[in-house]
């Protein structure tokens, strides 16, 4: 299959329906190397969605969102930005594991998706966004930029910034063009992804860190 769409419920399903009917997905390759689907989760009512990349390793494992490392330093900057951790909605643009396993090696190393599979699993983003109706997105790293706003997409250049919602093109979505749910989300504010907080040297990732949670500072004042 080309996308998510011919396993998406219908349009009344509530979150519990969209997690059970993603389980199943076959939209794109990447269900095939992958565990289990990891959905979004977190608060229903939550006026900020944040979006990473995939889920990692662990994710994978245990079928949740930020679980792992990254989620770690997620909640602690969103904490310092003045965000509740319990009150935000976090998924990701792709919602199965890609991995490579380097040839007699036991860790399976991250591999970023394609356009085409963000496109692919977009269809359940959409779904999440309609559900939730969130007032703020939150795009954490370039992939999740990416996905929102097409390739051209560069965090340095556009994190720490209220952008207007692009809206998700219905390719591969429902096909009705803009959502009513997404109406109401007044702004898009990308920043790194919290695995770069892990990935900088020790001497960089204080700053690292302080840099994401100065771009979340902007989503906790949209808030206010
Ligand atoms: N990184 C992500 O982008 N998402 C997760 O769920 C975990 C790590
Ligand atoms: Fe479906 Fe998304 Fe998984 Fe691809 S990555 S199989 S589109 S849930």
């Known amino acids: 299959d080309h996308d998510a769409t011919p396993y998406l419920p219908g349009r009344r399903a509530g979150l519990p329906g969209l997690r059970k009917a993603a389980a199943l997905c076959r939209g794109c390759p990447l269900y095939r190397d992958a565990t289990q689907t990891v959905f979004g989760e977190g608060d229903t009512t939550a006026r900020v969605l944040l979006i990473g990349e ?12 930020f679980v792992g490392p990254a989620g770690k ?3 602690r900057a969103l904490a310092d930005a003045g ?14 594991f890609k991995f490579t396993l380097p ?6 190393i991250h ?19 309609r559900v939730v109706a969130p007032e703020v997105v939150v795009a954490l790293g370039g992939t999740a930029g990416k996905a929102l706003l097409g390739s051209a997409f560069r965090v340095t250049e556009q994190r720490g910034a209220v952008l207007p919602w692009p809206g998700l093109d219905g390719n ?7 959502d009513g749910a997404e109406q109401g989300i007044s702004g898009l504010v990308a920043t790194i992804h919290p695995s770069a907080v892990l990935r900088a ?24």
């Open 103 to 108: 040839e007699g090696r036991k860790r399976r």
């Open 54 to 65: 995939q889920p990692g390793d662990q994710e994978d494992r245990r079928g949740r969102p």
């Open 83 to 96: 965000i509740d951790p319990e009150g935000v909605y976090v998924t990701n643009a792709v919602k199965h």
């Open 172 to 178: 591969g979505g429902d096909g009705d063009g803009a």
């Open 73 to 75: 330093v997620l909640r």
């Open 111 to 129: 591999k970023a998706p394609t356009l085409r599979e963000m496109a692919a699993c977009r269809p359940w983003l959409r779904a999440e966004l």
């Open 201 to 224: 040297d020790d001497a960089d990732r204080t700053r690292v860190y302080d840099g994401l949670v100065e771009d979340l500072r902007i989503v906790s004042r949209l808030l206010a």
